[in-house]
């Protein structure tokens, strides 16, 4: 990557590809290739009936959320199939007063004059620590008496590049801590820094590339599939990058890649700039977004309480509408019972050994009981406020 602000002219993009890359990279970061605005681009989108991430998608994102993509409409008729971007920003596009720049320029003015060491004097403790263990499996290996367990065992000699590398870690990691960092040193020697309460990834490697080379006569016997001779692997380039991989706000840069003539080491201080103004910027991420899941956890027991309310309430209606059922049901009882009275009514006559009278005395003894204006109004209404949300679970 070039730090050096570049022209750029204008370019065609076809709608397919517009839409896939707003979906890969934040819409403020994906303007500044084409140097014009993240609302600019939205407008392009939206002239193309393009879909592009909502507000909150990149944050859900780098939280962990699941997000999904919208797909790309059918283009509806006389929606052009690509567009013609120009560039609306001068050289050196960017937002000197906004929040992102501002804290990078204030954490470059504390790192301008870090530079790297020719030599690793008194190494930072981690440093120190791979360098000691790297000792401890030589001299291990030299103990061995099995040939094959002793070539197993003894690691590789440092290289140019590695003690190179080394330089560099002792010097980011000294000046990480002296601006208020925390190193952390993780599984696999994975390196990351706290910074005002963020943790943030990174690492220092040396830059791969393809090569395509002859078989050996040794890979020529195993692979006998392979007819074309070759193969390809890959192989150091000589070239170190350097790469955040912790998502950062705005436009933060994530990766530097040495060339001839712009080594590393110039690098330093603008990567030492970026860990240390990314740390406050990412707490205030943060913040915002435990602010909006607090605000959002408050919305969804209110909708709850709601809905509870509701259902309450249509409980209540329901167990009203049950009382009045059975009071219908009493009501036809009571004409019914009154029916029986004006017939005949056998004195002698014994039905389970009770007399006729008796059993209509029975009957209008229940009649009474079962009657609900007989607990008053006030006497219904205790029973509807006993009611709940849950009272009904069908």
């Known amino acids: 990557m070039n730090d050096e602000p570049t022209k750029i002219e204008p370019t065609t993009v076809s709608r397919e590809d517009l839409h896939r890359l707003v979906w890969e990279t934040p819409m403020i970061r994906l303007g500044e290739r084409f140097r014009i605005s993240g609302n600019g681009l939205a407008k392009i989108c939206r002239r ?31 929606t052009p199939a690509s567009v013609r971007i120009s560039p609306t920003e001068p050289e050196g596009f960017g937002e000197p007063d906004s929040p992102v720049q501002q804290a990078l320029e204030d954490a470059r003015s504390k790192t301008a004059s870090l530079h790297v060491p020719e030599r690793l004097n008194r190494p930072h403790a981690i440093i120190a620590g791979w360098l000691a263990d790297h000792e ?7 103990r061995e008496r099995d040939p094959w367990h002793r070539d197993m065992k003894r690691p590789a000699e440092f290289s ?137 956890a408050i919305a969804e027991q209110r909708r709850e309480q709601e809905r509870q309310k509701r259902k309450q309430d249509q409980n209540r209606w329901r167990r009203l509408v049950q009382i009045a059922g059975g009071w219908r ?14 017939l005949p ?26 009657n609900p204006l007989s607990h008053g109004v006030d006497g219904i209404f205790k029973d509807i406020a006993q009611v709940q949300s849950w009272t009904y679970r069908d």
Not at 53 to 78: E, S
Not at 345 to 368: R, T
């Open 345 to 370: 009514i056998p004195e002698e006559q014994l039905v389970d050994g009770q007399s006729i009278e008796e059993w209509l005395v029975w009957a209008e003894q229940h009649l009474q009981s079962a």
């Open 136 to 142: 401890r499996r030589k001299q291990e290996a030299k």
């Open 160 to 296: 140019d590049q590695d003690r190179r590398r080394h330089r560099i870690l002792d010097t980011l990691l000294k000046e990480l801590e002296r601006q208020g960092a925390r190193i952390i040193q993780g599984d696999y020697r994975a390196l990351s820094a706290e910074v005002a309460g963020e943790k943030i990834e990174f690492e220092l490697r040396e830059k791969q590339k393809q090569v395509r080379r002859p078989l050996t006569d040794k890979e020529q016997e195993w692979e006998t599939w392979n007819k074309s001779g070759m193969k390809q692997e890959l192989q150091p380039s000589g070239f170190l990058v350097f790469a955040i991989k912790t998502y950062l706000v705005g436009s933060l840069r994530r990766e530097w890649l040495e060339k001839a003539g712009k080594p590393m080491e110039e690098r330093l201080p603008e990567i030492v700039a970026t860990l240390i103004a990314a740390g406050p910027l990412l707490a205030e991420q943060r913040r915002a977004r435990e602010e909006q899941a607090r605000l959002h």
């Open 329 to 342: 049901e009493v009501e036809v009882a009571r004409d019914f019972i009154a029916a029986m009275r004006a």
């Open 48 to 78: 193309l009936d393009i879909p592009y991430p909502p507000r909150g998608h990149w944050a859900k994102k780098a939280a962990g959320h699941k997000v999904a993509t919208a797909p790309l409409p059918f283009a509806k008729p006389n």
